[in-house]
């Protein structure tokens, strides 16, 4: 992952932009490695015989690992998870094995002791064979709410 | 239209610093108020807390089809989507604690789609509390059944 730039929350200004985050490239066993620390064992994101049965031209991460590493960039971005707040995430399309994870933000007001920003997630890259997808696009858009220190 | 089922399932949630720090590393944590304890301390946190989006694990105590016998929302699951996910925190939960969850179907809705045919949208909220019965988080879980095939969307657990 690239390094995130923290800020402090008297640095905080409405509309400015957080510093981009890029994770991956995501691997099948990252994805596998997100299972079992989830509990999502879905065969979807796994086995690629099933996979394609169920549509899909190979396995694919569940939403919430890029989810969980939205969360992440966003603790990162407020110097850690201890002051957030709420966090709320649409998935809006997949995530495959070789994707690059763009995470994204920004700040949209500050109101009721809370820091209010819109997040997304973008994924970056080929997709399997044959699907002919965007070399970018948002694959979760969100919004977390971080509380402002005492 | 509107048909709220009334029950609740409720379950234990351990928070164990084992399941903790496999959770942070499979999100690419290297924040150490996940993995240890005087790291969380000098942080300001009592000790290792959790990661925001840990309590997906609830997943290991109430499976989809205990929740789907429990709670009786009777979802296709060949035509459902992950659609929403949402938290909304109190606190993190810390590495030790065993977390009770109660689950609910807050919201059953149908709705006619833009290009024909109607979606339903299911979320079940869990609150987590603590031992003294305090809030800890909020998760609320939003599944869409389409009444196509939904080959281009997200799947669900």
Redesign the interface.
């Known amino acids: ?1 690239s390094e995130p730039a923290r800020i402090t929350m008297d640095g905080v200004t409405p509309g400015m932009d957080l510093a981009e985050v890029v ?1 991956g490239p995501l691997s099948r066993d ?1 994805i596998q ?2 299972a ?7 065969p ?2 796994r086995d690629e015989d099933y996979a394609r049965a ?3 031209p190979t396995v ?1 991460a ?4 890029p ?3 939205l ?2 960039a ?3 971005w407020f110097g ?3 002051r ?8 809006t ?2 995530v495959w094995p070789g994707d690059v994870l763009v995470c994204a933000g920004r700040v949209l007001v500050i109101e009721d002791g809370l820091v209010k920003t819109t997040i997304e997630a973008r994924r970056r890259g080929d997709g399997p064979a044959g699907l002919d997808l965007p070399e970018e696009e948002i694959a979760i858009a969100g919004e977390a709410d971080i509380e402002l220190p005492e | 239209m509107c048909s709220l089922a009334e029950r609740e399932l409720t379950f234990e949630l351990p928070v164990q610093a084992g399941a903790v720090a496999e959770f942070a590393a499979a999100v690419g944590e290297d924040n150490q108020i996940y993995f240890d304890e005087d790291a969380a301390r000098l942080s300001g946190m009592p000790g290792i807390v959790a990661p925001p989006t840990f309590s997906v694990r609830q997943i290991y105590a109430v499976p989809r089809e205990e929740r789907e016998e429990r709670l009786g929302a009777n979802l296709d699951y060949g035509r459902v989507l992950h659609g929403e996910q949402e938290f909304v925190y109190a606190r993190l939960p810390a590495a030790g604690e065993v977390l009770t969850g109660t689950m609910r179907v807050a919201r059953d809705v149908s709705k006619e789609g833009t290009r024909g045919g109607s979606m339903r949208i299911v979320t079940y909220e869990t609150r987590f509390t603590d031992v003294q019965g305090d809030e800890v988080l909020t998760s609320s879980y939003t599944l869409i059944e389409t009444s196509k095939d939904p080959s281009n969307s997200e799947e669900t657990p």
């Open positions: 992952m994770f990252d490695r997100y079992h620390a989830s509990g999502d064992f879905n979807i994101h169920q549509g899909a694919f569940m939403g919430m690992l989810a969980g590493y969360a992440h966003v603790s990162d850690g998870p201890q957030l707040r709420r966090f709320k995430v649409r998935f399309t997949r």
